[in-house]
């Protein structure tokens, strides 16, 4: 996909200009001065690069897709090329209300269908099938975000119960030489998104009671994980993001807080801003606030 843009000026030879409009979107990117090319990557896996070129006067703002899906490429590459020629982001679509005159389901039978939903969710997550195995992820994401439902709790909850747990923590420990690259790094984002959004969704009494009762998120080897990814922000920054998301949220336990504590992660967090500030914005925000959290312990 590209565009044309007349009116050249300096500013689109510049790394400030793939900056501003790169954060149009929540994505990483990689700026090349010699070959003048963006690499990008979005939250879902999706790769592309923007590439810049002169033409008779006016620039060629060219977006190519490297890897993923190909609707999600679509989003991204839209929203690069409306902001390249000035244009405000799309507004959001337009959500379809239920009418007034259908009967409204009482919280309990909402809660029902989640709990239902979870179930169908959760035996794909058994399943060996690859494709199987990332629907299942995708659901629990979608369940598990923020304001998804008025169910929410009902779902993270669910995502928190010791069997749930152990085979997302299981998935985080497969070995990534051992499968597809790119799977294999969808599916690891995947899976810290889930927890992240599940440990954010519940409260922190339900949430202290989990982590007191349960070792799947207070274990070594799993805080071990969290800051691999952290110390792989500028190769990962988005699995970095979640396992900050997680940290946050783990911290009211005293068990990981001692064990964040004798890690000394102040080095490593303080890197992964860096990454942030540099290339990932919501990177940024959130281990900043991490930093803030770990100041006052």
Known sequence: MFILIRNCAAKFESRDWYHSHACVVSLFFRYQLQKNVLRAETQDCVKFAVRLLKDNGMVVVEVQRMAGCSFGFREASRAVLRSAKGMQPMAPKKRFTIPSALPQRSLEVRQTCVRDDFEIAYNMLKSDRSDSLVLALESLEQMTKPCACEAVDVAAKSVLSPDCLKQLVALLEID??????????????????????????????????????????????????????????????????????????????????????????????????????????????????????????
């Open 176 to 297: 990534g030489d051992d499968m597809e690259s790119h799977w294999a790094s969808s599916v690891r984002r995947k899976v810290l998104a889930v927890l992240a959004n599940a440990c954010a969704a519940v409260s922190s009494e339900d949430l202290a009671d989990i982590l007191s009762s349960g070792e799947h998120l207070t274990a070594r080897s799993f805080l071990a994980l969290l800051v691999t990814s952290l110390t792989d922000a500028a190769k990962r920054p988005h699995d970095a993001y979640h396992a900050v998301r997680c940290l946050q949220s783990l911290l009211i336990c005293k068990e990981v807080e001692t064990a964040i504590l004798e890690m000394s992660l102040v080095d490593v967090i303080e890197s992964a801003h860096d990454v942030g500030c540099s290339s990932h914005d919501a990177l940024q925000q959130e281990s900043h606030k991490l930093m803030a959290q770990l100041q006052k312990l």
